[in-house]
């Protein structure tokens, strides 16, 4: 691996000496540029008292392309699939240089809290999350009660 | 007497300068004239479990006036019978020591008013009682319903308070002119601080990188205020500063920073500041020490004499300039504005993709700054919109974008960091050339993003 950017190297620090409320987020040790992430589900969401595991990477063309991003930890979320892939403007289209792993993070951690059925990426919960949002918010709050609480 | 002892003991151990001590709160004397308001109280039958069963439905403890000038008085509520409040559960004898004490009130009042005195606080005992309203109360006449109020006389209160409030000026005094002399000092050493940190190009003998490591390193200590987002810039308390200022100067000698002075004045500069800085903890130290004593002795006053003002009077004076004052905000704005100001700090000049200085800046139409290198990169990939606000302005760009004088500017304040970019971008150019050269041979390997 190449040396690692000046800039990651100032957004890890960061991350180690201001870290953001309810999110967590330490690089592998062998490998700097790929990172282990816990998100705290927000109150008041389904998935409170959920601890989320991710996993990030950041590609060789970071800033210019953004992060990689997955969720580990199975949830039950209109705007991510089975696989732990997120749907998210700012993962996508929208990324900009400009942002950090700090803000991809707080956009994630803020997308929990408000899920978004209109813009789906697991079709499936997205489409009983309209049908039937009340069960679908108990589902994902047993899914974060069977899967994020350990 | 503990805190009393801890309070002296603090003024004359702190490294306050000795004409200080005579402007703090006169924590002995306050508890003196809390004995007197004792002694009148008892001397009234008022006893201290009366008065506190008592307030609010019968006893009000309040100030009149303004902060600058007051005076605190003690009421008795009546019905318009001039009679106690019914259902107000004190025991009989109390009840009738009470009642006893209002009748002589009265009495007093009507004989002061047969006799043509003044009334000392005009208008401000009223009594509704038919008694009182013969021929001299005309204007005074309360309306039938409402219950009214008779003031207790007492003096050492007034004493107790007024000490209290002079005291307050006094510090407010010493307060503004410790304010002044930093100031002050604030200014000249800014002023000379300017002189030794010009950078190499117009002064040879130059001090500029090292007293920028001492503002980074201070600003970044953030020693009056915490700089933290979640906890919303906060001032320190005094003893966080006194730790934060210590791990300041600790750093300053660690890292040597005296040592890399080449002007013979830096070192004496260097210690002025910290000595402003040691000043600036000292004024707020004795400030905080003296808000306690005042919160002390009001707690005192109310232990003692059960009249409630501990949480009243605070609030009455609480636009008093000592405790209004924001001197740690005020004084850290003029420091960063006289000192830290003179020498630009890195981080301001940052490119945001790379995190390198800036340079060669280029100025986009929507004048969001990036260096030229990550442009290229950008434009490279047709992204069009610039990374910051979002503007399609980053195709637009071109040579004539480049800014001519921050480049001047960050080539006069940077050199050291212009000099680690250019490296940068070399050593980067070459691995992107060799990038190229092998991708041209293993075919069909896709460029940029797509290699994970
Ligand atoms: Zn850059
Ligand atoms: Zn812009």
Redesign the pocket.
Known sequence: MANLPKRIIKETQRLTEEPVPGINAVPHEDNLRYFDVSIHGPSQSPYEGGIFRLELFLPEDYPMCPPKIRFLTKIYHPNIDRLGRICLDVLKSNWSPALQIRTILLSIQALLGAPNPDDPLANDVAQKWKEDEKTAIETARQWTRTHAMS | MKFAHEFMETLSSSAFPPEWASSAIQYKQLKKCIKRVQKELQALGLDVDMLKDGRGPVFEYMFDGTVQSFHPKLVVKVDESGGLQVGWGIDEEARRRLEELLRKLRRQKEMGERSGEQEEREGRSSMSSDESSDESVEGDIPHPHTTSEIEIPLFADVEFFHTLTSELESLDELQTKAKGSIETDIISIGDSVARVATPKTFNSRSDLYPWREVFRLYLETSIFFSTQEIESYKERTPEEAEKKLQVFENEIERLGIAKQFKCSNSKVLLEQFMGMNQMVLRVLRFQAINKVAMRKILKKFDKRTALGAAPTFPLFISTHNFLASQLARALCFTMSTRILSIIPQLDDYLCPICQYITIKPVR?????VFCVRCLVKLQREYKS???????D?VLKADASNIDPSLLRFLKCYFPKECREKQRVNEREVVREQWMTVREGKEEGAEPGCAVM
Not at chain 2, 364 to 368: E, F
Not at chain 2, 385 to 391: H, Q, V
Request: glycine share 0%; charged share 10%; aromatic share 0%.
């Open positions: 986009l139409a929507c004048s969001h919109n610039c990374p910051m606000c979002r503007n302005v």
